[in-house]
């Protein structure tokens, strides 16, 4: 049962935030679709006369197809699709439950008859509908953006696939800081845990983009499912389908958690 008191108060706490969020990821789709008109290819294939090739694979910036599609994949979905969306999570998975009871917030509404139980499903199913509606928002705006500006033809099916791929990053994401947020830990273990394990999974992410050794532990990463490599491969959807499965996991651990451990939430370091 979700309750809808906890939704829209979570709702009117991070509209915001959700809002900047979704116009980033809207607004940096339109500038590289912008890049390929009108040739049909992207200018951003001129950083290659001043940046040597390691530094724009570092930064998703070397493009081996200039094309629309191409431009999205490389730069949109192999960097900035991960990278704000991941920075929103962490941050809400951390406010609805470990900062809410901190806060006192959370243990207002355990206290109702809503019981723990529904606290803890809504605050998860707030969650995870941030994330689908910022992609499906991300998703919809970046074939709008290719229809009006580009001549050619965007592969829609192969699209809305990378945006669910992208999801299933999130959710998984998601889920593993939700699980780290209702575990009880003091705030220094459950940044490290949360900042630490997941900056550090994006930083092997970057390297494996320069190739050689670096790939091995880069490849292990959740982020690498939307690497352009392995969604020419068709890998990607095996390893969506994975993520959004352990996801589940994820949070039915932390349900559990929440409803059965004796939390001691606290501002402790």
Known sequence: ????????????ETWKRWCMTVFGLCLIQLLLILS???????????????FLDPVLQLVSLKLSDPSVSGTLTTVFFGFWVLLLPTIYTLCRAEELVAEGMESGRLISY?????????????????????????????????????????????NVTAFLFQSLEA????????????????????KSTRRLLLWG????????????????????????????????????????????AFFLLLGIVFYGL???????????????N
């Open 1 to 12: 049962m979700i309750s809808s008191a906890v939704f829209l108060e979570n709702i009117k």
């Open 36 to 50: 390929c008109v009108p040739t049909g290819k992207s200018i951003l294939l001129n950083l290659e006369e001043y």
């Open 110 to 154: 355990i206290v109702t008859p809503l019981g723990r139980e529904n606290v803890i499903r809504t605050e998860a199913f707030s969650l995870v509908l941030d994330q689908f509606s910022m992609l499906a928002v991300s998703a919809g705006a970046g074939l709008l953006f290719s229809g009006l500006f580009c001549s050619d033809t965007q």
């Open 167 to 186: 999801f299933a990053v999130q959710f998984v994401l998601g889920g593993f800081a939700f699980l780290v947020s209702c575990s009880g830990f003091g």
């Open 197 to 240: 394990l997941t900056g550090g999974g994006f930083f092997l992410y970057l390297l494996e983009g320069l190739g050689g050794w670096l790939e091995i532990p880069g490849g292990f990463t959740v982020f690498s499912v939307l690497r352009q490599e392995s969604l020419l491969a068709d890998n990607g959807g095996l390893a969506a």
């Open 254 to 268: 932390a349900v559990l958690i929440f409803q059965k451990k004796e939390l001691k939430f606290g501002k402790r």
